[in-house]
T-cell receptor, first 112, second 114 residues
Framework: DQQVKQNSPSLSVQEGRISILNCDYT??????FLWYKKYPAEGPTFLIS?????DKNEDGRFTVFLNKSAKHLSLHIVPSQPGDSAVYFC???????????FGTGTQLKVEL | NAGVTQTPKFRVLKTGQSMTLLCAQD?????MYWYRQDPGMGLRLIHY???????AKGEVPDGYNVSRLKKQNFLLGLESAAPSQTSVYFC?????????????FGEGSRLTVL
């Protein structure tokens, strides 16, 4: 039972354009949603998060949108840069223990 | 500025052998976690700890044991390794409730079971 789903395994975008990565979830008890970025042979690193009581959070080139009624969130990267090429994981937090449930990841490739 | 350190980085085992992965964090975090990453599966939580001397099961705990004898260390043990445990293992840590839920990850340990 996949509670956090990333239905696009890969995405290719041209440098300077917008990258939109999507994530769907099924558990209405999630209280925080996070995006992690992962380069090969490295651990995931935190990118941006959003509380379930908000619908948008922005940090520089990265913006996360949350649509609770649709149980959907998205990460926008504008403008996309070659260094953004990585695997992006969507994650959601449940209450006790600060546990995160991860999606399967989307491989983003930003082309010159 | 070490953060979360995992040892070893790579290991090859034969079926039935045992081993222990060590995770150490220097951020004085209360919570620690072990995840495994498999192709097409994302990261799945194996076990976690909310403080020294405590452990709890995650999503995929079978075949693994953990211990947290010191606040800064979290050990993951495989008593009898199986090929299905071939994976990349990530340790993570966080503050109590985390800053916006953030977990800090180590670089991973790649385990192959033949």
């Amino acid at each position: 039972d996949q509670q956090v789903k990333q239905n696009s395994p890969s995405l290719s975008v041209q440098e300077g354009r917008i990258s939109i990565l999507n994530c769907d979830y099924t558990n209405s008890m999630f209280d925080y949603f996070l995006w992690y970025k992962k380069y090969p042979a490295e651990g995931p690193t935190f990118l941006i998060s959003i509380s379930s009581i908000k619908d948008k959070n922005e940090d520089g080139r990265f913006t996360v949108f949350l649509n609770k009624s649709a149980k959907h969130l998205s990460l926008h990267i504008v403008p996309s840069q070659p260094g953004d090429s990585a695997v992006y994981f969507c994650a959601a937090r449940t209450g006790g223990g600060n546990k995160l449930t991860f999606g399967t990841g989307t491989q983003l490739k930003v082309e010159l | 500025n070490a953060g979360v350190t995992q040892t070893p980085k790579f290991r090859v085992l034969k079926t039935g052998q045992s081993m222990t992965l060590l995770c150490a964090q220097d951020m004085n975090h209360e919570y620690m976690y072990w995840y495994r990453q498999d192709p097409g599966m994302g990261l799945r939580l194996i076990h976690y700890s909310v403080g020294e001397g405590t452990t709890a099961k995650g999503e995929v705990p079978d075949g693994y044991n953990v211990s947290r004898l010191k606040k800064q260390n979290f050990l993951l043990g495989l008593e009898s390794a199986a090929p299905s445990q071939t994976s990349v293992y990530f340790c993570a840590s966080s503050y109590y409730r985390g800053r916006d839920g953030e977990l800090f990850f180590g670089e991973g340990s790649r385990l192959t079971v033949l």
